[in-house]
Every structure is written in C-alpha cells, then in structure tokens.
C-alpha cells in the first residue's frame, strides 16, 4: 500500500513503492553522501531528467570516494 502522496513528508516521486528512500538510508546508516546518492538513483526519471539525477547520483559518489581517500591518508 503506497503512502498518500504529500509534497514535504512522502512526495510521489519517492513514494511508488511501499519502501521510501529515506527509510533505506536511516536503517542503513548510510550517511549524508550515499544517502544523497540513493536518493537520486531511486527517483531517477520520477522528477525531472532521468540523466541528470544519475549525473547528481555520480556527484555524490564521488564526493565519497574523495573522502574516503583523504581518510585513508590520515
């Protein structure tokens, strides 16, 4: 059963399945970067240009694997 689409707490591009995004990256601890990223995957052609959230879904990966470099440095 899918959530009534509301524009702040379950908007419809986030809402098609029973599992919302945001519930995935809280119960997996996912972190600001990857959370970020899944987002964008999972709405991906659902809210705006399919391309252009998975060119934002890269951005976010690769901010992340620039952090986990520079943590690796350290």
């Known amino acids: 059963m899918h959530r009534a689409d509301n524009a702040?707490?379950?908007?419809s591009h986030y809402t098609?399945?029973?599992?919302e995004p945001i519930d995935?990256?809280?119960?997996?601890?996912?972190?600001?970067?990857l959370?970020?990223?899944?987002?964008y995957?999972?709405?991906a052609?659902?809210?705006?240009?399919k391309l252009e959230d998975f060119m934002k879904a890269r951005w976010y990966l690769?901010?992340?694997?620039?952090?986990l470099k520079a943590n690796d440095k350290d």
């Not at 702040?8 to 908007?11: G, L, S, V």
């Not at 052609?45 to 240009?49: F, L, M, Q, S, V």
Request: aromatic content about 8%.
């Open 8 to 11: 702040i707490d379950h908007p």
């Open 24 to 33: 995935v990256i809280e119960a997996w601890g996912l972190g600001f970067h």
């Open 41 to 43: 995957v999972c709405r």
């Open 16 to 19: 098609y399945s029973d599992i």
């Open 35 to 39: 959370g970020c990223l899944l987002k």
């Open 45 to 49: 052609g659902r809210k705006g240009d």
């Open 62 to 67: 690769d901010r992340e694997i620039q952090r």
